[in-house]
């Protein structure tokens, strides 16, 4: 039977699209690849999804997994392949208020996740900018970072469990709910970060956290990064380590922020050189219950050292929101990145994490590095200061792929001089390839060849992605 | 040249022991496993443990990693092989206080991690009761938990970064000191916990924390689990989630407990159903500056907890800590679970995970299952109760590994039931090796030995550990 057939047997009417159905599936979020895939197999459960491998590893024929096409590194791009989309598995099938714990399909949009916890008074503290339309399963294969990995860790410290469906259609399944659990090899983060490359993630069980009971939000403007970290530490120290998140957005960025919003007011009566997005969380009743005169004490704690800081002089300007609304609005600003950035063409998008002290240091020599590469060039930095990873994005003065390598080249370079990474929290998918081929440790990758080849022995998952077929230097 | 000579060769003098000298790497801990090395490597850097692995791939020898040797799974047992101890790798190589973290070698005993973190004001949190004898290398290894896992995670969440030594010899470099680092496959999460069967730790860069610059602790009894799960949940929320603690011991244990440490007096006036040891950290000035009438704020919520819980009728009696001499005797207490296990022989040692409120479920159907396997058997419960792991040893009244592996058999079952696992913190090493074969996803298990054969083709690392050789059932 020809493959389309077959998946057409296997997953009726509306799990199989070809054609012009497949338009959703044909080009990128960031819009820089466009393909044209065999069709789209949509399964509406793991059975299915283990038919559609079964089927493609018979066939050898390639399989993208996708979710919610959010991401940021060209991951399913998939010409000419079998794109496997789990948008139609989008149960969340439990959430165990007293166990924490949520068992989601890999097509639950995160929004939804997020919205169904904190109806039990729960929180699941992943959060981005692409929430509304990014899925579970994409989040998962990528080890997503964000906003609140300060405080809650990256995506593979909220998942406990997953199921997962190998190459050739057999079924995996690591759905543990439990915090211990060392029985052999740990499959499960092998698969996570893995970016469909090794199997298809179809269903977890993830962590849920106390929801905050109140929390405190300002934008700060200080006029270094230094003294951004005396004001990271001092919050961390008053609070015992409740800064949810702790973010950097340089002038430029929000010069063209505010460009492509006119409606927005500036934050801040004078932009500052260092303008900060400073969030703390608080779930104990001391820190929330209103003191006599009125104040929420983990407001208090902001304000106390803000005005302190204020007075030393490392703080320069600073509002405290003072409602959802205002809190909303400095998000906004914050959550706008990665739209800004895609709003010229052709761009260098990187994604670079250093310790939290050399941030200061990478972008002064990255910045000297972009003069002299590219004189006209504008760079936007947006970064979780409060992690190391810095956004530096380069709209170069020319579209040549040549230019914006080398430039690409010049921002590993100063990274790696300060031992940081060239791939913080967006993935290698294709975008990062070239950098992951010269720049990972050699005898890893090989490695990472040795398990691909184990557990995909006809490359026909997410082929020619994440791992370089050969190394380079 | 003979493997011996060129080991010798290697190594020098100080590297290699054989005969007599190799009499501490010739049984385990436990006393269970015995066994005669061919010879022990004891490299003094990585360059030479790498020397070790390519002339041990080259012979086509096993090798047995070995560090502190304080493992509860036989997972060093080495007839015949190549022991490679790493213990003369024992360097701190750094601790940054700023960055929270530090470099160290395989070798480095835990208490002197401990020692070193806290001589910057920092804490290295994972704790148990074999801290002054065990490595780093055999923790990593192990994905050590022990008792306090419920506020800082396992191991595996403890470590930034590891440096490995593969089965040929290769060194793979994986020492990032980042808190987001994607770059490909997640190699340092499938080394960890793989007890050396897919290649030999020799350095690492682990997390460290704030230290708690206060601690409130105490012994509480209660009529049943259930009454302490109150308790703790109690004094999550009160304390915004600052528990560090959370240890059950059932009567059982105590009695023996006293029975070996005569001298040690009961902290409880009378025996408790229930016997917990709690913790609680403070890091914030707010909690750990002593009120107007002299209490420690994070020791008045523990007081204010009990006093509730005394009042309400779910706790029956409590003693709090008033002295860092008294702590520790508290935690002696507990801290010797091991030592006392291993007074009688034969025993039944496991290691079991289930949601919190599913231990006394799991502690009721167990007990009843062996009353009717073994009615004369004793039952010794400890249990790190905030993680929902229980180490239910038997003391079955008879010698025979039949019988032994039927009251095993029957504590899976009933974990199982509960979805639980029948593998927590330990490892598979030796002695949980027929429960993987009957217990663990056959998919997961194939995966599994897919990857063993992929990065150690020969079969040399740990050989017989871990994955089982067929899957059962």
């Known amino acids: 039977m020809n493959i389309l057939d077959c998946l057409a047997t296997a997953l009726g009417e509306k799990g199989l699209a070809t054609g012009k159905d497949m338009d959703a599936w044909t080009k990128d979020w960031t819009g820089q690849y466009h393909w044209t895939p065999l069709c789209v197999a949509r399964p509406a459960n793991t059975q299915e999804v283990s038919a559609v491998l079964a089927a493609a590893y018979e066939a050898r024929l390639p399989v993208v997994p996708v979710s919610g096409n959010t991401g940021l590194a060209g991951g399913t791009k998939g010409e000419g392949a079998i794109m496997l989309s789990l948008d139609r598995m989008n149960q969340i099938r439990e ?18 996740l997020h919205s169904a916890a904190e109806e039990e008074g729960l929180s699941f503290p992943m959060t981005f900018g692409a929430r509304g339309s990014c899925r579970i399963g994409g989040m998962l294969s990528t080890n997503a970072g964000g906003s609140n990995v300060l405080r809650y860790g990256n995506t593979r410290d909220l998942v406990l469990g997953v199921e997962v469906v190998l190459a050739d259609g057999r079924v995996m399944d690591l759905m543990s709910a439990l915090h211990k659990d060392n029985s052999g090899l740990n499959l499960k983060h092998l698969v996570i970060g893995a970016e469909g490359t090794l199997g298809v993630i179809t269903a977890a069980v993830v962590k849920l956290v106390p929801k905050p009971g109140a929390y405190a939000t300002a934008v700060v403007g200080t006029n270094t990064l230094g003294e951004a970290l005396i004001l990271l ?16 957005m340089c002038p430029n960025y929000l010069r063209a922020y505010h460009a492509m919003h006119p409606d927005q007011r500036p934050i801040l009566s004078e932009p500052a050189p260092v303008t900060l997005l400073v969030e703390v969380g608080a779930t104990a009743p001391r820190d929330i219950e209103p003191d006599a005169d009125g104040t929420v004490p983990i407001t208090g704690y902001l304000e106390a050292a803000l005005g302190d800081l204020l007075e030393e002089g490392a703080v320069v300007d600073a509002v405290v929101a003072q409602s959802e609304a205002q809190r909303s609005e400095m998000w906004a600003m914050r959550e706008a990145a990665a739209e800004v950035s895609l709003t ?3 761009l260098v998008n990187n994604d670079i994490a250093v310790a939290l002290d050399d941030v200061s240091v990478f972008l002064e020599s990255i910045n000297a590095r972009l003069k002299a590469l590219d004189p006209e060039a504008t760079a936007i930095t947006v970064s979780h200061l409060g992690d190391g990873n810095i956004h530096y994005t380069v709209w170069p003065s020319k579209d040549d792929p040549q230019h914006a390598d080398a430039i690409m080249a010049a921002c590993e370079d100063e990274a790696l001089a300060l031992r940081g990474s060239f791939s913080a929290e967006h993935g290698i998918g294709l975008t990062k390839l070239p950098s992951m081929a010269r720049r990972k440790d050699p005898v890893a990758i090989e490695t990472m060849r040795a398990i691909k080849a184990a557990l995909d022995p006809r490359n026909i998952l997410n082929p020619g992605k994440v791992i370089p077929a050969t190394v380079s230097e």
């Open 344 to 346: 010229h063409k052709p």
């Open 233 to 248: 530490n001092r919050l961390q120290e008053i609070t015992g380590g409740a800064v949810e998140a702790f973010e950097y």
């Open 95 to 112: 959430v165990r208020k007293d166990a924490r714990s949520a068992v989601v399909e890999a097509g639950v949009v995160l929004s939804e």
